[in-house]
């Protein structure tokens, strides 16, 4: 056959130049095999043939064609050409199949682009996202392809951050002299549209500004120590209910001390100077007494206790939101610095909120890859269910907060391939010694109404006494704890 | 599908064959006798505890006929309150559900709380009145607590509400001040804000689906913009005061210091005049006239989310709705009106429903 042989010449020159170890065998099952590492098993994927030589079409076909010039060989053999498959009974093929065939197909070549990319087969990991991009659309189509769009853009970066190499962006926000200010306008924009749609960010905020009000029932002075404070959202709510509270000390004093970092990034609204003077001006506007100091980390935002005020008498909460998401993932050893600094202070209470990962077990990499994508592809699904006909609008959403977040993910993911699993905070948590906290009644009762208020696929879970985890139709996503610490700690 | 069941019950009348006692009211009631429940609890327990078990799937795995869905929603979601009453007060008893049961089929029938002395047949055997009656005033503060909660979170949500609007403000502000002449921003904030806004009236709208001609109750003024989600949740917000009124009977005191509270807020949005963010001036208006029809307000939202439960024939939302009769029968459904609220999440039958009818799907 004639692609038959079209595979042969294809498979040779890339052998001679991507792997040291040549073969005399020209089979393509056998040369595959050279580049996956153990973790994919190519050779039991190959010994079905038909699946296989589908996976390699899927690759090569279409009229657009694909060219293997384009990857910058510069090797010559004589077998080195473009490679233009004329491809009018593929193209029938793919037209006849179904949206699941072809969620299945990006799924699969999302997983051998990110199985290249482990494995520093870089050529090829661009070849198979040239053809990704051929397939997925981050605006159209269903939400595996929208998704598959995200994923692709973020492999690609990571591709070009490790090697070089200028594809198009697949994701455009704009030509540089209008991104700027765009961005804030679209990232508010997103921002409401992702309140006013899913509870994601109203979960995690209410279930700890819940757990700090009962923790600070007969206080005067309160301190709050936010790790990322963004926004500073969560504490209109907090201040609200401070304000209305009947028990104890009627509005008690609230100091809100926010760590800065160098850079915000890009998706930050505004710097922490403006989140602390929309603060002020909220909390006066209600009447609650507020004062708003900042914190500098250090440059590689490390937490040094010490650099913090405090005061006597003062009622100290540790606040920290991590991967809401709106959020930057932040460096794993700058949360521990934090985490591990909060603990010499003896505060009050910890409440920490964080992303739900699945059983991972040994999967390394890849299988936090594959979490990943199923984490994101609850989220998308979520989304469209509460909001079917908003397209638009979640095309925002998805476009400045959740594709920014995969992206951010991933790259976690690769940074830290080669360590071992990280593991929850939570449990961190745990063995640092700190004591957990149950959560109320009225917490959980309050978790539960607010889920209801959004579509019913979503869940509370209770997994342990000072935990509680947001489901969407059994997949967990964020995971909300709080703690205390140990009464008997010394300073 | 509700009323051809109960009319098949009606017509079975008193086969006792099934096991299932039935009793002759005009509203066929089943008994749920001490067998029967236990049979209930074993098949519950085998699909995994209260809060797996469905009402379609307990009815499969019981295998009694004449035992409908209707039956069995109601009676899981009493065992599920009474499941959180047991894990809190630590009691191990079955018994205790059934009174938890008993007692709650009696604050729905006589609308009054404390009324506990007529227990029913079932609960009699070796339990205590005074056990029972404490039962029942746990199930009232687990009540009261609730909605308590919900309450909260109303407000809670609306200052997050209030807050957001303040960045968007000033953003738009600042950026407004900069961007002098740049037409393609402009355009895109307008889209932008249109397309927040559609989503928030679809979520308006779904939220009250009968009351969209109400809303002229509410809101005396046509707007040409539909309102945002923030003066939907101060109308709710409104809706809850009143609903507080009923409780403590002190009408003008509450909204009055409800008014204060929120009056700062609605002063420091006027001083905004950015024309693209949603009319901001129409809302303030909106949600002051919101205010004063909270009459009406509280009485749809009753009704809104009563009309999910009770799946009943359409002749009793209508009465809802009129103002002034149905008052006391709102006040009397209230206890179970709460219980509704959370144990609605979790049961999948009864969807349209949650939190005064404000639901999103």
Known sequence: ?491 | MAVHNERHLFLQGGHGDSGLMLSTDAKPRLKWTPDLHERFIEAVNQLGGADKATPKTVMKLMGIPGLTLYHLKSHLQKYRLSKNLHGQTNNGSTKIGAVAMAGKRMSEANGSPMNSLSIGPQANKGIQIGEALQMQIEVQRRLHEQLEVQRHLQLRIEAQGKYLQSVLEKAQETLHRQNLGTVGLEAAKLQLSDLVSKVSNQCLNSAFPDLKDLRGLCCQQTQPNPPNDCSMDSCLTSCEGSQRDQEIHNNGMCLRTYNTHKDPLMHHQTETKSSENKTMGNDDDDERRMFFADRNCSDLSMSVGLRGSFSQARNEEHSFLDVGNKRVDSVNRLPYFATKLDLNVDEKHCKQFDLNGLSWS
């Not at chain 1, 692709?152 to 209008?178: D, M, V």
């Open chain 1, 1 to 491: 056959m004639a692609i038959d042989n079209a595979f042969e010449v294809d498979f040779c020159s890339y052998s001679t130049s991507t792997t040291t170890t040549t073969t005399a065998d020209e089979d393509p099952a056998c040369t595959w095999n050279h580049w996956g590492s153990p973790v994919v098993d190519w050779g039991s994927l190959s010994s079905e043939r038909d699946e296989f030589q589908d996976l390699i079409e899927s690759m090569m076909d279409d009229g657009t064609g694909f060219e293997l010039t384009r990857l910058g060989h510069d090797h010559e053999t004589s077998n080195s050409v473009s490679v233009s498959v004329s491809t009018d009974t593929m193209v029938a093929d793919e037209e006849t199949n179904g949206e699941d065939f072809k969620g299945l197909r990006m799924v699969h070549l999302l997983m051998a682009a990110a199985e290249a990319l482990m494995g520093a087969n870089k050529s090829l990991a661009r070849v198979i996202l040239v053809r990704l991009k051929e397939l997925v659309s981050p605006s159209d189509g269903t939400n595996m392809e929208r998704l598959a769009a995200y994923f692709t853009e973020a492999l690609q970066s990571l591709l070009e951050g490790s090697g070089g190499g200028h594809s198009k962006h697949l994701i455009t926000n704009g030509p540089q002299h209008h991104r700027d200010k765009h961005r804030e306008v679209d990232m508010l924009a997103a921002f409401q549209l992702l309140q006013d749609m899913s509870p994601y960010v109203k979960f995690g905020h209410f279930t700890a500004n819940q757990a700090i009000l009962e923790a600070v029932t007969h206080d005067r002075r309160i301190h709050i120590v936010d790790y990322d404070i963004m926004e500073g959202i969560q504490w209109a709510s907090l201040m609200q209910a401070l304000v209305s509270r009947k028990e104890g000390p009627p509005t008690p004093h609230l100091r809100i001390t926010a760590l800065s970092r160098g850079s915000n990034g890009w998706r930050s609204i505004g710097t922490i100077q403006e989140t602390g003077r929309r603060l002020t001006t909220f909390a006066s506007s209600i009447g609650q007494p507020f004062s708003f100091h900042q914190c500098r980390l250090d440059s590689d935002e490390t937490f040094r206790p010490s650099a913090l005020k405090l005061v006597r008498g003062e009622a100290l909460i540790i606040n920290c939101m991590l991967n809401l998401p709106h959020f930057s993932h932040r460096p794993p050893s700058s949360v521990a610095s934090f985490l591990s600094g909060a603990k010499t202070l003896n505060p009050r209470l910890v409440t920490l909120v964080e992303e739900e990962a699945g059983p991972i077990g040994d999967g390394g990499f890849m299988g936090r890859f594959m979490d990943s994508l199923h984490h994101y592809s609850a989220v998308f699904d979520s989304l469209e269910a509460g909001f079917p006909m908003q397209c638009r609008a979640r095309a925002l959403v998805e476009r400045v907060i959740l594709g920014p977040q995969i992206a951010g993910s991933l790259t976690q993911i690769y940074r830290n391939r080669n360590e071992e699993e990280s593991g929850r905070w939570s449990e961190w948590l745990d063995t640092m010694g700190f004591n957990p906290v149950s959560i109320s009644f009225a917490n959980h009762c309050q978790a539960k109404l607010l889920l209801g208020l959004f579509n019913d696929g979503y869940r509370v879970e209770e997994l342990a006494n000072n935990r509680v985890v947001l489901d969407w139709k059994s997949r967990r996503l964020l995971s909300a704890s709080i703690w205390t610490s140990p009464p008997d700690s010394d300073l």
